[in-house]
């Protein structure tokens, strides 16, 4: 065993976790009114953790015993989660500030969550699985009720905290219910005994069974998506954007790799399961949002929608499913940052609000900010050429590759019921009369985030070979000998 | 390389307006007319190539994994609706310099339409369906752009809003069909689709696949029921109506019809959807059109029901149908642009659209009127125009097509069509043009400037030229284009004015007297109409669109109401669901081959006991006490199972276990109310039992499952290995502290944590609101006279040395026999307890002046240090090594390196208990001065 190989393989991990230690033993030290600093050191250790990860010069090594694996699948949806978590951190410090709730344990605890994240999307064993579903949740159940003096927040945070123990719970139930019949905890060696024609055993698909459904409850997935609307509306909106972006694709990538990788031969046992997740979310994601009003509790059932979409990727399991599942999550992330950032920018006198209302001739009073929602909008609504349309073009395809029309449809369907409420905000900022303004500035970190996110969404087409190459390589971990 | 050239030059151009309008609205409307003229200059260019039956073809690779290419190919279909789009969209460009107000924002018009055009003209050349649906999708965008040009109308707002809703969603149930499509044919180029027809017929997906293809197409083409957005289109400035609302953008949906004929015509399902669908939007909106008193909503009507006349041709699967569809799709062009103008002019003149305020305009502006009355002619299929030609056709095929098994059907039904247009084209003609001049217009009309006309006019020499003359103008356009639709299948038939007495002759001139009938009986008519309800669209389709909401909000009241308990709820059930169909789904999960234990009385009292503990903890959990004392009662029993299996170690830990956790609890319940709220309705506590009963009831037989199935245990390695790889016997003690020694080192972390966050939450007890509420906390019940009874301080002060006797004693014998760290920590914590319960904290702590933290700050170290210490022995983190040490009085006993992290695992154990109780006792302390201060006010008012 040679522990320095291990070290190396898992160096942006490591390093994070100690950046994340260090910062709280400075920000302990240092006390209160370290928040800037210690925010502005987290990103740039996201950063470098980001940096790390490029380097790495290892592709398809395990680590620690084969529990931590490393793939270009793993580097792929690393690189977004670290991506999603620098952009929504660098978003959050105005607000925080702003709100008044500018501690330091909150940049170190998100990054103690990203970590989670990392680990999740290496785990190469149903222990390690757990250790890293269990870090990143634990920081987000205290990240949300973060503001424990208002009572939104500290609701959402303990609701969260209450429905994530219980999917825990059967995520672990789950995992016991495979190891007793399988006898191992490791992903190579369950997927060489499927490989060889393993029996599947009644328990085993039952283990298989809880185990989605705690996987499903990360990903806010129909029907474990209860918690979502209430603590995206609860927690403070820059946390909330954190919650939609980072975790959701950790989330995903773990439910890839688990079914991909060990489960892989089993396709048949859980495409089914996966089937009807995405087909219950992406209609619950569509129909549930039109009667909302608030932008926050709209973007959580969007984000229940997508999720949908992207499973009907996973649902195809084929190379070509994973690819899409990457292209897609790749889209999402800069959707809704973008999105998230105008959100942030929604204050009406030095007070924040979040009714779609508020939006209203918006193009009139900030027309910039209005042309980037609008795009974010048109392309969540799945309309070409924006970048929004190619996600679902590809899991629509892959579907449609591995025989499953009817999903297909659905999802077709679903995305023109929820392109409606899409819309609605276009038409509610383009055509009615402006309410109050929002407060200007919205400060040069935002027009940054909100102009990057914006270009890539609106220009993806002309140049979308990065993310579809990175993420065809991704995709080509679970087929080592594919074309 | 140019067909590339002509789909990118309108994007091109569109960069420019905006700047361009700075220089002057002259040089805005000509520069931007510039690009298009040169695209139609180059698409002229094509022209021979494409008269000698070449198909031209532009490919560039963009994103060829999913089969989206960038390839484009121009045929005769290609050429033809490419030749509409540039030259129309030139002449609205000029029109539309007049048109357009000083107030009125040109610069941004003219970005939106040649948006427009490009995207148009994309979708007309794209040889990739893919390809051919993004431009599809921003022909819905920059139309719902244009619709919204003037923001400040309502009518607008709405319409611009409606149109997208409809056909951006047509649109998206057009990429599921075309998904389709490219899965069957195996290609997503439309060369290869339109070449793959018997394939794509006979295949399972046919059906889907043309469903969600023509619900695009008829959603485009405002094919009824979906027709509904385009009369509220009109909401747009006139340019675009005329542009995009009659000329164009509605004709994507018929010429996506006419582009995949080849690949999906010629089925029986074909002929009666798109027949059908065809003929009632020909004969309901012609209905329609006649009592429209809005100049654009008559010509919009009058759209919808040519749309609907071409889509039923191309219904009709024959070559000569099609060619009649194409034919009229180029004069409807001409004739309806040139209307469309024609009304914009009248509106832009007289400054009203009402047909009822109009009236004799033939004389205040004669060029207009005669220009639009040639038009309003030719769609009302007047001889010598070319709407009469294609009309004919109509008929011809009509009579040759039976329908349902009836011949009579479709003839009697085109007629009627075509009386129902003549009807409108005289209603349009007669009360705008003719009649007596008026003094009551809104504003005094005349001939508008040579530049506005001038577009009216090349259009309807073009309607006038091709009515005249079609064999030579019109026929060897048509011709290619119908072999491009047909794929070569041309029937050998010439355009021409007079085909002799023809049935289809008659059914015209029965049309027409009809229609002029019709005509003169307006005011009758118009009452026969309003006899009967007629239902808008609008209305219904917001009504539908508020009932979606309204039921999405209550769907989301009932789900997502804030309830943890029903979202809880809701989890459990899913997974019961998924959980039972999963076992019931496969064969089922029996008793295994292990044979069942007979039953024996200490399992059965034992069983007794949990199940009646665990009973009545269902029924009193609102006292607190009373079921704190049935969870030790369960602990206890649990601890005797441990100690029934041959377990005697597990027994001890969990004994002290409970006894520690039943005391902290105990101290801790005391600051809360002892009884709980009662909140749960005896319908949610019914819920609740039925739930938990299935879910116990999975659990029971996947318990039942598990255990009667043999399983190789992993007992026997650490039995066979305690002694040799860990120097001890006691294997428990073994696995602790060496073979998962990792685990217990972050175990003992884990509960050094916990103890600080213990610490961390009383002390945040102790000031602000808690603390506030702390000083007028008033114990429920009687406080007890004596707190420090005699008899408990001295039976505990004896007991202290025996108890600290007895843990050291099972810490030392901990490797071999039931014992350890871990219980030795509890059993001496479980002995200073007893000392702070009987005679008080402050008595306890005079005497015992530790710092409890430092202590699980000492253990995690000695631990570590241990698992440090197996590094200069070379070995691995936590590897333990062990040697026999003989003591006089205890004898000989073995001392191994675990030891050392043993006594780690005591000192964090006592260290965690403590620190627990001492902040406990510091809130109770606080309460208690708090209580007697308050006391003791009373009394003293009572004195």
Known sequence: MNIGNDILTALPEIFLACSAIALLMLGVFRGEGSSRLIMTLSVTALIVTLGLLLMGPTRNTSAFNDLFANDGFGDFMKMLVLIGAALTMVMAQRY?????????????????????????????????????????????????????????????????????????????????????FTGTTNFTTLAEIFANGGEVSLGLTVGLVFLSAGLAFKISAVPFHMWTPDVYEGAPTAITAFFAVAPKIAGLALFVRVLMGPFGELVDQWQQIIVFIAVASMLVGALAAIAQNNIKRLMAYSSIGNMGYALVGLAAGTQEGIRAVGVYMAIYLFMNVGTFAVILCMRVNDRMVERIDDLKGLSRTNPLIALALAIFMFSMAGIPPLAGFFGKLYVFLAAVESGLYILAVIGVLTSVISAFYYLRIIKVMYFDEPSEAFDQPIGREMAVVLTATSVIVLLFFIMPSPILESASAAAEAFFPAGP | MN??????????????????????????????????????????????????????????????QLGLNVNFFLDGLGFLFALLILGIGLLIILYARFYLSHNDPMGRFYVYLMLFQGAMVGI???????????????????????????????????????ALAVTGGGGLALIGGMILLGQIAGSYDLSEILQAGDQIRSSSLYIPALLLILTGAFAKSAQFPLHFWLPHAMAAPTPVSAYLHSATMVKAGVFLLARV????????????????????????????????????????FSTVSHLGLITMLFGFGTPLAAMAGVFHILNHATFKAALFMSAGIVDHEAHTRDIRRLGGLLFLMPITATLALVAAASMAGIPLLNGFISKEMMLEEAVHTTYLGQDWILPVF???????????????????????????????????????????????????????????????LVKITTDAVTGGNTPDYHLSIWHGFTPALFMSMIALAGGLTLMALYLPAKSFRERFPRPEAKVIFEAIIEAIAKVSGQITALAHNGSLQRYLAVMVSAIIAVGFAGYLGSTPLGAGERAMVPVNWPGLVAWVLLVAALGATLMYHHHRLFSLILIGVVGMVVSLTFFYFSAPDLALTQISVEVVTVVLMLLALNFLPKETPRESSSLRKLRDLVLSGLAGLGVAGLVYAVTTRGFESISDYHLAESKPGGGGTNVVNVILVDFRGFDTFGEIIVLGIAALAIYALLDSALHGAAQRRLSKWVPEGVRAMDPHPFILVIA?????????????????????????????????????????????????????????????????????LTGVGAWFAGRPFLTSDYTYVHLPVIGEFELATALGFDVGVFLTVVGAVMVALANLSRVGRRADAAYEAQEQATDGKEA
């Open chain 1, 96 to 180: 925080i500030e702003r709100e008044q709730m500018a501690r330091f344990e909150l940049p170190v605890l998100l990054l103690f969550s990203t970590v989670g994240m990392l680990m999740m999307i290496s785990a190469n064993d149903l222990i390690a699985l757990y250790m890293g579903v269990e870090l990143q949740s634990l920081a987000l159940y205290v990240v949300a009720a973060i503001r424990r003096d208002t009572l939104r927040s500290s609701e959402a945070g303990l609701k969260y905290f209450v429905l994530g123990s219980l999917s825990s719970g059967m995520l672990l139930y789950g995992l016991s219910m495979i190891y007793g």
């Open chain 2, 3 to 64: 067909l590339a050239l002509i789909v990118l030059l309108p994007f091109i151009g569109a960069l420019f307006p905006a700047f361009l309008i700075r220089s002057g609205r002259n040089a805005c409307a000509y520069g931007t007319g510039v690009f298009t003229l040169v695209a139609f200059i180059l698409l002229l260019v094509q022209a021979p190539a494409v008269f000698s039956g070449q198909v031209i073809q532009a490919r560039f690779e963009w994103l060829p």
């Open chain 2, 124 to 162: 007309v050349l794209s040889d990739n369906i893919l390809l051919l649906l993004i431009f599809w999708e921003l022909t819905s965008l920059s139309s719902f752009l244009l619709i919204g040009y003037w923001r400040h109308l309502p009518e607008a707002r709405q319409g611009a809003r409606m």
């Open chain 2, 261 to 300: 004929w080849p690949a999906l015509s010629g089925t029986p399902e074909w002929f009666y959807i798109v027949t059908s669908f065809g003929l009632v939007t020909m004969i309901i909106s012609a209905w329609i059109a006649i009592f429209k008193d809005d100049l654009k909503g008559l010509l919009a």
């Open chain 2, 414 to 476: 085109a007629t009627l069509g075509a009386l129902f247009s003549v009807a409108y084209a005289a209603r349009f003609a007669f009360h705008t043009f003719l009649g007596p001049v008026r003094d009551d217009y809104p504003h005094k009309p005349h001939d508008p400037p040579f530049g506005m006309w001038l577009p009216v006019f090349i259009l309807v020499s073009l309607v006038v030229l091709i009515g005249l003359l079609p064999g030579l103008i019109a026929e060897p």
């Open chain 2, 796 to 864: 505990t002060r004896v007991l202290l040395p025996l108890a600290l006797m007895v843990g050291v004693y099972i810490f030392l014998r901990g490797h071999n026999q039931p014992g350890g760290g871990f219980i030795a920590g509890l059993v001496v914590s479980i002995a200073l307890l007893m000392q702070y319960m009987a005679s008080g904290f402050s008595w306890a702590q005079h005497r015992l002046k530790l710092d409890y933290h430092g202590l699980i700050g000492a253990g995690v170290l000695a631990a570590g």
